[in-house]
């Protein structure tokens, strides 16, 4: 199983950047994914989420980003994306896209598998 | 949100030390507390869930404790491998959130 995300670079303030994260070697459309960020020296910020087709694709997000971030997800493409809009220099991080697991039937959720990462900077 | 405080904010050990770090939720979380290891430059691996739940291939030097508001991850003999910092990260309520990090150097 493996998570690969690309996309990344150099944005100015105020740009637009699309972010996008290729599963596999499982079922990506049983699912539920996250994107998880870490700017340049700090801790881990969860981003948001989309579930599965069998809740519906709903998605939800962090304040920090709610209304200039958007996550979709293409199924038929094992693939999710995060489109980033407004972006702000206090977006600079690596991005991560990680998968969520739950702990049999319990509601215990974690994330068991991530992808390496893609920077994103934004600076004029 | 819920806060996580995580302490010490950094240690170092020797190899064969006990080390423990504390994490602290600002409300009640029952058992949702996730552990996770990260190595510099990489992305992070998920060690112990539900607060005491082994991940599978996980070495059985670590352990998680506790319960609604404190935790406790445990590594009972420190390995060279076990550099890194860690991170604790709650899952009873969105947003989810992350402690601050305890990062462990060896000796």
């Known amino acids: 199983a493996q998570l690969v995300e690309s996309g990344g670079g150099l944005v100015q303030p105020g740009g637009s950047l699309r972010l996008s994260c290729e599963a596999s070697?499982?079922?990506?459309?049983?699912?539920?994914m996250d994107w998880v960020r870490q700017a340049p020296g700090k801790g881990l910020e969860w981003i948001g989420r989309?579930?599965?087709?069998?809740?519906?694709?709903?998605?939800m997000y962090a304040a920090s980003v709610k209304g200039r971030f958007t996550i979709s997800r293409d199924d038929s493409k094992d693939s999710m994306y995060l489109q980033m809009n407004s972006l702000r220099p206090e977006d600079t991080a690596v991005y991560y896209c990680?998968?969520?697991?739950?702990?049999?039937?319990?509601?215990?959720?974690?994330?068991?598998?991530w992808g390496r990462g893609t920077l994103v900077t934004v600076s004029s | 949100d819920i806060q996580m405080t995580q302490s010490p904010s950094s240690l170092s050990a020797s190899v064969g030390d006990r080390v423990t770090i504390t994490c602290r939720a600002s409300?009640?979380?029952?058992?949702?507390l996730n552990w996770y290891q990260q190595k510099p430059g990489k992305a992070p691996k998920v060690l112990i869930y539900?607060?005491?739940s082994l991940q599978s291939g996980v070495p059985s030097r670590f352990s998680g404790s506790g319960s609604g508001e404190d935790f406790t991850l445990t590594i009972t003999s420190l390995q060279p491998e076990d550099f890194g910092t860690y991170y604790c990260?709650?899952?009873?309520?969105?947003?989810?959130?992350f402690g601050g990090g305890t990062k462990v150097e060896i000796k």
């Open positions: 990680a998968r969520l697991e739950r702990d049999g039937s319990s509601y215990y959720w974690y994330f068991d598998l």
């Open positions: 070697g499982f079922t990506f459309s049983d699912h539920y």
């Open positions: 989309t579930r599965n087709r069998a809740n519906s694709y709903t998605t």
């Open positions: 409300q009640t979380i029952s058992s949702y």
């Open positions: 539900a607060a005491s």
């Open positions: 990260q709650q899952s009873y309520r969105t947003p989810l959130t």
